[in-house]
């Protein structure tokens, strides 16, 4: 028998269209899984459970990790958490990168965290514009009706038996977003089971109706004394001695992930209670999922099945996993026999959906078992960290048998091209077989940009794609994705891949066969860290980097304005050009561009000024690159961090102009980094000399050079030896200094007091970023000198106003200006002002962090006047 191109063709081209795109998100930039003897047991365990259960929440972070983990490792059921937001909102204690940089960080971070915790994660639109007060606030920003068509159709596509959300659905949630995402919840529990709500979705998935919503409370929410006989309990806090470990502790390896907002956290061991208040559903008494079969008997001929899986667990040999091969061969075939998805999961179709669902994801699980039981190691690895659509690509394939198993690989289609379908491999144990192939990426392979990223948004949601195409060379029909099928998805259904077909068993496997998808990746050897994996990123012919994040002009004088092209592929040329508003011009007009080999980097610098005729305030550059007639104006950005994979985007190369009336006193800054920011570029733009101070700068003789020194965000929460630095920057100020103190949060501090007087930091901030400011003493220096600062100056602004406002402070400290939400009491602690010896102390909570790169000219005045205090 003749196992045809055609046949692996179509077998294939079955696994690409599949619709459920969540067992195809191989984690990227990942050394190949393997698997233990007890994890396999593990998995033939859960292989015999059918239920499942979506935790819901806002943000990434406000997930309950002992709890995923409880539900996924414990009750081994099919565990996901559903984030309304990225968490772009955030501050980073990690890094400079906020806002879309910071949402993407969080996303990978959340992805660890699942990868330890064994929980999926699903997003809905919602952008995280910031902090929020009210949910009412909330679905101001947010399009409502859209981020709940999300929730319903992870909630129809992942069929959970329970719902659990995080917060509950008022102001004890304690954050705008935390609130709506519980109303959300419920409202969705609700809508997915109703044919008439979001019936566009029925082209799809069938409606499911969840059989209970709780909420999961806490510490956070619990009055001290309170009765909680009325709440379900579970203790999540055993041990998992096939894991070795505890809940508590995976859940804090999970949590711990989430390192961007600082939640390293400490293993809990012991019992754990976990208290559910029952929302909606059907009243249960003792067990979230009391009356739910969570056995093979809930779909039709499910019980033979089990009675197979039974079977292999009952013979599993830890020292031989290898002799699970046949039985799971046995339970995939069983398996294998039902309807199709796409038959049974029709709307209007007979019969119960759950045979569909269930098949799909159990026959994930048996192959990835099967996989875990021969041991099979498989890795494709490319020659380079990027390729351009349309160029050449070596990739490495190494695959390993290390089982007795009779194993064999049959035919591939890679980036898209089926190669070799009638070529047979056999894998003998424990003999690498090395493969090199050389391809050619489809001309129109989708560029790597996160998918949320590649059309611009609103403040509140992110929009999609209305499809994303996967080239085909060979291969006449090319592989879309669907707006619809990127709705929750984590990351990119699509990037450069081997679709490779596995047999196994007799007659060289021609009757028991999977296929894996393998993430084409670059693998390289760092002389500390040993082996590291990157994604193969497919990027542009070209790239334009714009340097700098804002260009301040305070006069006449011109400013250059640095853009960096670098090329995607060899022999890329073309001209380089400024798009500038009216009365503004660039010297150059345009530039000629070659770049000869791939990766090559050229700079051009252009000098850019306001003529007569520009504009007082902010507007903007962009620049862009022209190619045979194709105009490119997106940059190349690599975030890399240890914790996650390297991330690369493409953001486009704008940059903001701000033309503003600026005059400013003193010339020599010091900046002590906290957490990160870009305040000292912004320093610079303006016209200061920056110095990068390090701890052991922070003494009275060296600071004295310097007009004044501004500490970073976070300082005091993450600059350990502060506590015994403050002295000698107390002294600094005491003969003449001034210091400049941003935000700090007002937990973790590394002393109590970080003034010269008493101060009380809280959690106090305002939302709003316009919100009507009064200057409560209007002749204060920090309001006139060197520049009069008025009502104007805080106009324009991003995200918020500020945050962690101190709630008392010692009367010693002067105010300065007074805001506030709406419906809330006047804030007058945003900027406070000490004298202290000769020299001047200044906090301030206002979000220049965010304000100065976003090119917001009255941020860049008032920075001016809080170094210049005293000059």
């Not at 999300?150 to 129809?156: E, F, G, H």
């Not at 203790?235 to 390293?264: C, M, T, V, W």
């Not at 303006?686 to 009275?700: A, C, F, W």
């Not at 909570?845 to 210049?868: D, Q």
């Amino acid at each position: 028998m003749r196992f045809s191109a055609f046949r692996l063709r179509a077998a294939l081209l079955a696994l690409l269209v599949t619709q459920s795109l969540i067992h195809s998100f191989t984690a990227t930039a990942q050394a190949p899984k393997t698997y233990t003897s007890s994890e396999i047991l593990l998995g033939l365990k859960k292989l015999n459970v059918l239920g499942s259960v979506l935790y819901m929440a806002a943000h990434p972070d406000d997930e309950n990790t002992r709890l995923i983990a409880y539900m996924a490792n414990g009750r081994l059921l099919e565990t996901g958490y559903l984030s309304c937001t990225r968490g772009d909102g955030g501050q980073n204690l990690i890094g400079p990168e906020l806002r879309e940089q910071l949402g993407v960080i969080r996303t990978q971070e959340l992805l660890a965290a699942r990868r330890i915790d064994g929980g999926r994660q699903f997003f809905t639109r919602a952008n995280d514009f910031g902090f929020s007060k009210t949910a009412e606030e909330t679905f101001t920003i947010w399009d409502k009706e859209q981020v709940l068509a999300d929730m319903v159709w992870v909630i129809r596509q992942r069929r959970p038996d329970v719902l659990i959300t995080r917060f509950p659905p008022d102001a004890r949630a304690g954050h705008g977003h935390h609130t709506a995402s519980a109303i959300l919840a419920a409202e969705a529990f609700d809508a997915a089971g109703d044919p008439k709500r979001f019936p566009e979705q029925l082209k799809y998935v069938q409606v499911w109706q969840p059989k209970r919503l709780f909420w999961n409370t806490g510490s956070f929410f619990v009055k001290p004394g309170e009765n909680m006989d009325g709440y379900l309990k579970l203790d999540a806090g055993g041990y998992n001695p096939l894991l070795g470990q505890s809940y508590g502790e995976i859940a804090a390896r999970s949590r711990s992930q989430h390192k961007s907002q600082g939640f390293g956290s400490s293993a809990t061991r012991g019992e754990a209670l976990e208290y559910l208040q029952q929302v909606k559903g059907d009243k249960a008494t003792k067990d979230p999922f009391e009356g739910i079969d969570q056995s093979w008997n809930r779909v039709k001929g499910g019980a033979a099945v089990g009675k197979l899986i039974d079977e292999v667990i009952r013979k599993y040999d830890p020292s031989n996993p290898a002799a699970s091969v046949a039985g799971l061969a046995l339970v995939k075939k069983a398996i294998d026999s039902w309807p199709e998805k796409g038959i049974s999961e029709q709307p209007g179709a007979k019969g119960n959906p759950d045979e569909g669902f269930w098949k799909e994801e159990k026959m994930a699980e048996v192959e990835q078992l099967l996989q875990a039981c021969m041991g099979l190691y498989i890795e494709a690895t490319a020659n380079t960290a990027t390729v351009a659509p349309g160029q050449p690509l070596q990739v490495t394939i190494q695959a390993l048998n290390r089982s007795s198993a009779n194993v064999y690989l049959r035919g591939q289609l890679f980036l898209g091209i089926d190669s070799e379908a009638d070529s047979l491999w056999t894998l003998r144990p424990n003999q690498t077989l090395v493969r090199r192939v050389n391809a050619e990426l489809p001309e129109n392979f989708v560029v790597s940009q996160p998918y949320w990223l590649l059309e611009p948004g609103s403040v509140g949601m992110y929009r999609l794609p209305k499809q994303l195409q996967e080239g085909q060379q060979r291969m006449r029909t090319p592989i879309k994705v669907l707006e619809q099928d990127l709705v929750g998805e984590p990351q990119n259904p699509i990037y450069p891949q081997l679709y490779q077909m596995v047999a196994f068993g007799p007659n060289q496997g021609l009757d028991n066969y999977f296929h894996l998808r393998v993430p084409v990746q670059y693998k390289s050897t760092d002389p500390v860290e040993g082996e590291k994996y990157r994604p193969l990123t497919v990027v542009p012919p070209v790239a334009v980097n714009i340097g700098g994040r804002a260009y301040v002009f305070a006069d006449n004088t011109p400013k250059t304005i640095p853009v960096t092209l670098r090329a995607g592929k060899a022999g890329v040329k073309g001209s380089l050009a400024l798009t500038l508003p009216a009365g503004w011009k660039a010297q150059p007009a345009t530039a000629a561009f070659d770049l000869a080999t791939k990766d090559a980097e050229q700079t051009v610098l252009f000098q850019v000024q306001p003529g007569p005729g520009a504009a007082e305030g902010k507007s903007e550059v962009k620049a862009v690159a022209t190619v045979d007639g194709q105009a490119y104006s997106r940059g190349y950005q690599v975030i890399q961090y240890n914790h996650i994979p390297t991330q690369t985007l493409f953001p486009e190369a704008v940059a903001p102009l701000v033309k503003l009336d600026l005059k400013r006193k003193g010339q020599e800054i010091g900046y002590l980094m906290g957490a990160g920011d870009e305040v000292p570029d912004a320093l610079r733009q303006i016209g200061y000399n920056v110095t990068l101070l390090k701890p052991d700068d922070i003494s009275p003789d060296y600071l004295r050079r310097f007009d004044a020194v501004v500490l970073g965000i976070r300082a005091y929460n993450t600059l350990d030896r502060l506590k015994t630095l403050q002295p000698n920057l107390l002294k600094y100020v005491e003969n003449g200094g001034n210091v400049v103190v941003q935000y700090v949060v007002n937990r973790g501090t590394v002393l109590p007091e970080i003034g010269p007087y008493p101060l009380k930091l809280s959690a106090d901030r305002v939302t709003v970023e316009n919100a009507a400011v009064t200057f409560l003493n209007p002749k204060q220096p920090l309001l006139n000198t060197p520049n009069k600062i008025t009502s104007k100056d805080f106009e324009g602004w991003v995200q918020e106003q500020g945050l962690y406002y101190p709630s008392t402070w010692d009367p010693k400290y002067q105010t300065v200006i007074s805001s506030h939400d709406p419906g809330e009491t006047a804030k007058e602690s945003a900027i406070l002002v000490a004298d202290y010896g000769k020299g001047h102390y200044i906090y301030t909570g206002l979000s220049l962090f965010r304000e100065l790169p976003a090119g917001v000219p009255g941020a860049y005045r008032l920075l001016t006047n809080m170094v210049s205090l005293g000059k």
